[in-house]
């Protein structure tokens, strides 16, 4: 493997992390102005996810510093050629994160209440948003010859983006509530496991969907061949099943795993099927930035490859630490208690 195809697929794993780990978060937020009833349920939401949602959003920083360190052609494409959707995620992402400090600025029930909207319109924009951004990766858009894109924000708008963008709402939404069914107890466990029952059959739908377009999509705009991108597509739609399955079966801590990997599912049918290139020219194919064309030099590379060697060790082992940390469910009734150990069997 090459330095070049080696952080191509850092890149794709960065992605998947921030996926799995913001996932919860987002379908969290989703999930705020539906399933709490009173005001300390909403608090007890916000403070499932207050000690990590900050910890989570490395890996997306981390994600664009990598892509700017490795392939500069492929970032300034980017955020060039995507530059409104992007700011629009920067600003839903503003509004998200203001939202866990504003709302505890004043005991206003009207005031608590917009907040918790904002964060949950943040948390919906951001999800979609960034799915239909790496959909587009694979989908193409349209660049001259320097590579520079030439279209406008409705290019990046079609019926296979958005239902990809749905998608991952929608999977998100599934993993939040299990996420949820884990960190707290009494009543709100109970409606976050129904609430998940009820998002299941709907994830289960739009994520098959959208990885089989993408099998699709990939064949035709990028000329790969269906089977190496069908594997993850199919290992996809697999465990979004079994995550339906066992969710109906109120086991939590599986479900939640699985609504995980479906997760890295969808990140890695995406860069299976956008191999080898980063950016898909369409309608001039030719145009197109592969791994070659828009990495930096391998000096370079070779000195980045060195700092992620050293220091992805260190960040995982913090983030589980953190995680460790604050493990225990959050009180809705029943009181604090131990995490749920994977496959124990949820009382109904």
């Known amino acids: 493997m090459s330095l070049e195809e080696f952080w191509f697929v850092l890149i794709g794993v960065l992605w998947s992390g921030y996926f799995v780990l913001e996932g919860f978060d987002f379908g969290v937020g989703m999930l705020m102005p539906f399933l709490p009833r009173d005001e300390r349920e ?16 490395v890996w997306l920083v981390v994600a664009a510093g990598a892509t700017f360190a490795a392939f500069p052609a492929w970032y300034a494409t980017l955020f060039s050629g995507f530059y409104v959707a992007l700011l629009a995620i920067l600003v839903l992402l503003i509004v998200r994160v203001v939202s866990f400090d504003w709302r505890e600025r004043h ?50 708008f079609s019926p296979y983006t958005v239902v990809m963008g749905l ?89 939640f795993a699985a609504t995980g990997l479906a997760a890295i599912g969808i990140v890695a049918t995406i860069f299976t099927g956008l191999y080898p290139r980063v950016l898909v020219s369409d309608p001039s194919f030719g145009n197109s930035l592969t791994i070659s064309n828009a990495a930096s030099g391998h000096y370079a590379l070779e000195v980045i490859t060195v700092v992620a060697v050293v220091f ?30 994977p496959g124990e069997p949820q009382a109904g």
Do not use: K
């Open 42 to 57: 909403r608090s007890l939401m916000f403070r499932s996810i207050a000690p990590v949602w900050d910890g989570n959003e």
């Open 107 to 156: 005991d206003g029930e009207r005031w608590r209440l917009t907040w918790l909207c904002a964060n949950s319109i943040g948390s919906f924009g951001a999800a979609f948003l960034w799915a239909l951004a790496l959909a587009n990766l694979v989908q193409g858009v349209p660049l001259d010859s320097s590579h520079v894109f030439t279209g406008g924000i409705v290019d990046l």
């Open 167 to 255: 998608a991952a709402v929608a999977l998100f939404a599934l993993h939040g509530a299990t996420y949820l069914a884990l960190r707290t107890s009494g009543d709100l466990r109970s409606r976050a496991a129904a609430a998940a029952a009820r998002l299941a059959p709907i994830a289960v739908v739009l994520a098959g969907v959208g990885v089989a377009w993408t099998v699709v999509v990939a064949h035709e705009n990028n000329q790969r061949a269906v089977l190496p991108v069908a594997i993850p597509a199919v290992l996809t739609g697999v465990l979004v099943i079994g995550a339906a399955v066992l969710t109906a079966r109120r086991r939590a801590a599986w479900a």
């Open 312 to 341: 992805t060790p260190v960040i995982l082992l913090y983030q589980g630490w953190t995680y460790h940390v604050f493990r225990a469910r959050l009180g809705g009734g029943d009181g604090p208690g131990p995490a749920e150990r």
